[in-house]
């Protein structure tokens, strides 16, 4: 009896499967409107440009792990989110009281920066999202889970499986990054340097609810939560995976907790 090269079927079927893909023999799971570029157009505030200033203030907590200790840092201060006439929206938080064990004292200024740089870059960069190619995983329940690959990552795809054209067409772009993620294989599309993915989970609304960007060294993510305010979804916590590098300590990893209050609307203090 002939054994069948398990290895060579395995390969042969994943190149079948790609192919396949490309030619768009793999449709993706019906799914009800938004599409995905509708859900990046809420996100980032293009349909609506109406120019606003929220203001707020925050508390919250840095647990850091350091060296195998763990150790708790206490904040509070101020937060402002913007949206000026381009419709570009930005957030600028103001750390005003920091209370910190006496280990962590000598590093006030990179534990300052930790938590100012984790909600000014949080989760709503058009760069971020537009590196990768996106798809609609799933839905449920009015929330769309997003999932993108390295736009450099399908590149390499197409060179390897498809034709040139295939790079200028979206929807064969978004069939390979839906490929490459679902793929039995998907441990091949880690890569060093920047996120080789990225996973959102978004309302039809624009709100971002989660974000998981993923590393060839791990996953960092945010979770938001909202209340209404003046008619406007605004931020009630954000709870994110903190990892930085501190000088003196290197690698520190953490989880930071905030909550918001006091939100004023077009304000002027």
């Not at 079948?16 to 995905?36: E, H």
């Not at 440009?49 to 904040?75: H, M, N, Q, W």
């Not at 040139?164 to 978004?174: L, M, S, T, Y």
């Amino acid at each position: 009896m002939i054994r069948p090269n398990l290895r060579f079927v395995t390969c042969a079927a994943t190149i079948v499967l790609l192919v396949t893909a490309l030619t768009g023999g793999i449709a993706a799971p019906a799914r009800s409107q938004p599409t995905v570029d509708a859900l990046l157009a809420r996100i980032f505030s293009s349909e609506d440009k109406t120019p606003y200033e929220l203001t707020a203030d925050f508390s919250g907590t840095l647990t850091l792990l350091i060296r195998g200790a763990k150790t708790t840092a206490v904040a509070a201060g101020s937060f402002v989110e913007s949206r000026g006439a381009d419709g570009v929206r930005r957030r600028k938080v103001t750390v005003t009281r920091l209370d910190l064990p006496l280990l962590l004292r000598p590093f006030a200024a990179s534990v300052r920066r930790i938590i100012e740089e984790k909600v000014e870059t949080q989760s709503e960069t058009p760069e971020t999202f537009h590196e990768h190619d996106l798809f609609i995983l799933s839905e449920q329940r009015g929330r769309y889970v997003l999932v993108g690959v390295q736009r450099a990552i399908v590149d390499a795809a197409i060179d390897r499986y498809g034709k040139a054209q295939d790079k200028r067409d979206p929807e064969v772009r978004r069939r390979i990054a839906r490929w490459l993620w679902t793929s039995p294989q998907r441990e091949n599309i880690v890569r060093p340097g920047p996120p080789y993915a990225l996973r959102a989970t978004v309302d039809e609304a624009g709100l971002v609810y989660e974000l998981t960007l993923f590393y060839n060294w791990g996953d960092v993510g945010t979770r938001i939560t909202y209340i209404e305010f003046n008619k406007q979804a605004v931020w009630r916590t954000v709870s994110a995976d903190s990892n930085s590098e501190v000088a003196g300590f290197g690698r520190v990893d953490g989880v930071m907790v905030l909550t918001f209050s006091n939100h004023c609307v077009n304000c002027k203090k």
